[in-house]
């Protein structure tokens, strides 16, 4: 949808600033009310996901032009959604769609992203990776002791992040996957961006060029199923590429997949892993990661002025995020004892790393990362688990700031210790 | 425009990172809703875009608001204050004016559960509060606005009626003392607060200004600024050790209820029958909650989504519902939850009423009785169509409430029929009983389509023609009565009281500084 089309939603907005707030009844503390990074840290009206609403429509009736300080406010949201879950509680309304378009529209008008975004995507479009390492490096991680099965239309889709970044977090996955005798290829050098990094800050025609290659790529490969740990890449894959391009294949992240290998018995978790845990919900696998459902019908007036979808149409609240799996997984090892922060699955608090974020305002990812990790502690816990390596990067980086930080580990690296491949 | 010399004295204030003369920042406050309707009774298009401030500043103290306040007066420039701020009085409705956004003090600064009242900075919201207040087994009336809302800009500046109010009465009724920046700069502490040094009773034995300040309605933010204030408590049944627990996932959730918590709808065969037990149960004061709607509002209480309220409307809602009101039992023993059901039921017998629950024909959900208590059922009207506000709003008695409504429904039906409000048969209403009598609030809450010109316009003559009705059949003075021509226009109805506010204006505000847009201007 452009800004043109979305005008009906934006003009809907009652400025009523729930969208900076968990929903009334989840809150529990004062501490742990909020729910939008942006507008904690930049406090005026404009950081929160409905002040972005207006700031959208304002520019859609030309009453704006771009700004360096708007790009700089656009620009300083995760799109992490939690604004739109909430708004979604009493409204039809999509900020976080919005926010994005709005982006997409800075971009068009040749005005956004923003420099760091810039040179990542220009890494993406020369190296295939937004931190331009060496496209030969990328599975360096990869020892020879891993089994890979060449004939397999299964493959791991290790991301960005963990290839070049978070190297432990695909290691401990494929050694998982082999200990569960799931048989799977890489595709090694010709791994490229799922295009997330790109599709996040506004260049959707770029981002839309990677899907199609990428597309091709598996369809070349004959890949069925995609198994990847990267939250990104999941929801890239999983739910932005349908939207855009036909797909044929399945997406499954680490953390479903451990919890059905489980169940099968096909990964026993023997070893003791003596941790008091606490889980972040990664936006991306959690309320972001609800597919779009497609819908075709009409509005039908019922009452004066009500409309109502006929036949229903799905309502993206956020609901059908990947929030049990994780959690079925770390309480079934042995040893884990799991307590919950206050803003958990759709309503959890983003990292603070998303949408470009990470790259061209690092300190306020930091500080946000901080606010979870804040969070983190007040439960006793004393490690931090998620599966996404981008929120872990953003973790770590915030964790080797504090003093006596909290662990940190991804969920595939507890499984793979549980199942003794650590030693 | 403010001159570099105006916005950089300001700067100086609050520091560079708390100000702002961005058009993007400042026009996230010249956005309202209900703009569209005061735009349009303007003769104006109806737009949710108002008067764009010169500048935004985000004070984090009492000595910078004062410290801005004092400089605004002395450079001829017109502030306006808000917290979480939803609605044109939020606003700023001059050129030359400036938005004071306290959304940086945002401390609960005390909660004294042995003498009951909690002390407050203007951006703690009610969620937050309440979820402070009930470890101690205490609740504050949070205003209908909602649980993002800030309690302190209802209890100073505003009317503030709630879900709870059979329990906690209004937010106006319950300011025990207040920090208030009169209009000039000079701070005055009200209360007992400045006798005692603690906050506790609103009328001494210090000063009390309340009804200077505030009166009964609230000067909107057209009379300086409050940054804390002393709000009353009340006491919440829970059982020792109970703990707010919410689970399930959106939009259906689970919530621990409470033991001996019970919610019963009760209706009536008509208007007189059911005024007649409402008059009962409120003065009985036995009941968290006491309030009333039409079936459309029932509908939308208790489902989670639009096609779930829509859906439980034409599964029969319509035909079961006449006249009822919603009772929430609360109690902290046994013996007291059955003392109070037994009276719920009498009097329900009494009157030939009948319970809706137990007959199956409407559920609460736990969640449900969570959402009254954080009073975010209100604001379930706003599924129909994204946008409602209401018209009347008198706090006066139940038998003036049910007169609201039923002088109300032949208006309603008009423009229900002219297409530009939603179709609520006219039936759409809420009352709710408060401070265990006679006393009432009644207003008409009204869907409209904010992104249609022609629903907007339309609601806006509506809202106008309730305000006449106010004034000519005599129903009390709406809770939204703002700004100069509405106040001349119910005053010479009302003993002229626009003179006495234009004094209190002009002696606490002799250069206009506190923008007066929604409140009264001493000059005119």
Request: glycine share 8%; aromatic share 10%.
């Amino acid at each position: 949808m452009t800004l043109d089309e979305m005008e009906r939603m934006m003009d809907s907005c009652v400025r009523c600033s729930k969208c900076k707030f968990l929903p009334g009844i989840m809150v529990r503390s004062k501490e742990f009310s909020s729910i939008c990074p942006s507008i904690d840290r930049f406090d005026f009206h404009a950081y929160s996901g409905g002040g972005r609403v207006i700031m959208a429509n304002a520019l859609h009736k030309g009453r704006l032009e771009f700004t360096e300080e708007m790009l700089d406010i656009l620009y300083k949201c995760t799109n992490c959604g939690a604004c739109e879950v909430v708004c979604k509680f009493f409204y039809e309304l999509e900020p976080n769609e919005i926010i994005h378009e709005l982006k997409v529209a800075a971009v068009e008008a040749g005005v956004g992203p923003m420099p760091n975004h810039k040179k990542f995507i220009e890494q993406v479009e020369s190296v295939h990776n937004p931190y331009g390492e060496p496209t030969d490096k990328r599975s360096s991680w990869l020892t020879d002791d891993i089994e890979l099965d060449e004939n397999s239309d299964t493959i791991f889709f290790a991301g960005c992040t963990a290839s070049y970044r978070r190297e432990e977090i695909a290691s401990a996955s494929v050694r998982v996957l082999n200990a569960a005798k799931e048989g799977f290829k890489m595709l090694g050098p010709d791994e490229y961006c799922c295009g997330s990094p790109v599709y996040r800050v506004g260049d959707k025609k770029r981002a839309l060029e990677i899907m199609k290659d990428n597309v091709e790529k598996f369809k070349a490969q004959g890949v069925k199923r995609i198994i990847t740990s990267c939250s990104g890449c999941y929801n890239m894959l999983k739910v932005e590429y349908p939207r855009f391009v036909e797909t044929d294949f399945e997406v499954v992240h680490t953390s479903q997949l451990m919890e059905s290998l489980i169940s099968e018995g096909r990964l026993k978790l023997t070893n003791e892993v003596p941790l008091k845990v606490t889980y972040h919900d990664p936006c991306h696998l959690g309320r972001m990661a609800e597919p779009y459902e497609p819908w075709e019908g009409e509005l039908v007036e019922v009452l004066t002025l009500v409309f109502m979808a006929d036949p229903p149409k799905p309502i993206r609240r956020g609901a059908n995020g990947v929030y049990d799996a994780p959690r079925n997984v770390l309480k079934q090892i042995p040893g884990i004892e799991l307590v919950e922060m206050e803003r958990i699955r759709e309503y959890a608090y983003c990292c603070g790393a998303g949408a470009g974020v990470k790259a061209q305002y690092p300190d306020f990812a930091l500080w946000t990362s901080g606010k979870r990790i804040d969070e983190a502690e007040s439960t006793g816990a004393s490690a931090l688990v998620s599966t996404c390596p981008f929120c872990s990067t953003n973790f770590t980086d915030q964790l080797k700031e504090r003093e006596e930080p909290m662990e940190f580990y991804d969920l595939t690296e507890l499984v793979l210790k549980s199942i003794g491949g650590s030693e | 425009m403010l001159d570099d010399t105006v916005y950089d004295a300001l700067k100086q204030i609050v520091g560079s990172d708390n100000i702002s003369k961005e058009p993007a920042i400042l026009d996230g406050y010249a956005w309202q809703w209900c703009n569209e309707v005061e735009n349009t009774l303007k003769g104006k298009d109806p737009s949710r875009f108002g008067q764009r401030p010169d500048a935004v500043l985000l004070p984090c103290s009492t000595e910078e608001v004062q410290a801005i306040v004092e400089l605004c007066n002395s450079h001829d420039v017109k502030y306006k204050a808000l917290s979480t701020g939803q609605g044109a009085w939020a606003g700023v409705t001059t050129e030359r004016a400036i938005q004071i956004d306290l959304r940086r003090m945002n401390r609960i600064l005390k909660i004294d559960p042995d003498n009951m009242y909690a002390v407050i900075e203007p951006y703690v919201t009610n969620a937050q509060l309440q979820s402070e207040l009930i470890k101690y087994g205490l609740i504050h009336n949070a205003q209908g606005g909602g649980p993002q809302t800030s309690p302190l800009a209802s209890h100073t500046s505003f009317v503030g009626p709630s879900f709870t109010s059979a329990h906690t009465g209004y937010s106006g009724r319950n300011l025990l003392g207040a920090e208030w920046i009169v209009p000039t700069g000079e701070v005055l502490q009200v209360g007992s607060f400045d006798h005692t040094g603690e906050w506790f009773t609103g009328d001494g034995p210090g000063f009390s200004l309340r009804g200077v300040f505030r009166g009964a309605y609230g000067a909107y933010g057209g009379l300086g600024v409050f940054t804390k204030c002393a709000i009353r408590l009340f006491t919440l049944p829970l059982p020792k050790g109970w703990e707010w627990k919410m689970t399930g996932t959106i939009p259906d959730h689970e919530w621990n209820l409470p033991e001996y918590w019970k919610m019963y709808v009760l209706n009536f065969p008509d208007w007189e029958k059911f005024e007649d037990a409402f008059y009962e149960v409120n003065d009985h004061n036995v009941s968290m909650m006491a309030m009333a709607s039409s079936a459309e509002g029932l509908a939308s209480m208790f489902t989670n989504t639009k096609n779930g309220a829509l859906d439980a409307i034409f599964a029969g809602l319509l035909m079961h519902t006449k006249r009822y009101f919603v009772v929430m039992l609360t109690a902290h023993t046994e013996r007291e939850f059955n003392y109070r059901t037994k009276l719920i039921q009498a009097i329900m017998v009494k009157h030939d009423g009948e319970e809706l629950i137990e007959k199956g024909i409407v559920t609460p959900m736990p969640m449900h009785y969570a959402e009254g208590l954080r009073n975010s059922l209100g604001n379930h009207a706003f599924r129909f169509t994204s946008c409602f506000q209401s018209t009347h709003g008198g706090l006066d008695t139940i038998a003036m409430s049910v007169k609201i409504c039923q002088i109300n429904l032949p208006i309603k039906q008009k423009y229900i029929e002219k297409r530009v409000i939603g179709d609520d048969r006219g039936e759409g209403m809420w009352i709710t009983g408060y401070e265990g009598g006679h006393l009432a609030h009644a207003e008409i809450p009204t869907v409209y389509d904010p992104a249609s010109p022609e629903s907007c316009r339309g609601y806006a003559y509506y809202q106008d023609e309730c305000n006449k009705a106010d004034i000519e059949q005599a129903l009390g003075i709406p809770f939204f009565i703002v700004g100069d021509d509405v106040h001349d226009y119910y005053g010479p109805n009302v003993m002229n009281y626009q003179n006495w506010l234009r004094k209190i204006k002009a002696a606490f505000d002799p250069n206009e500084a506190s923008d007066p847009g929604h409140y009264v201007s001493a000059k005119k």
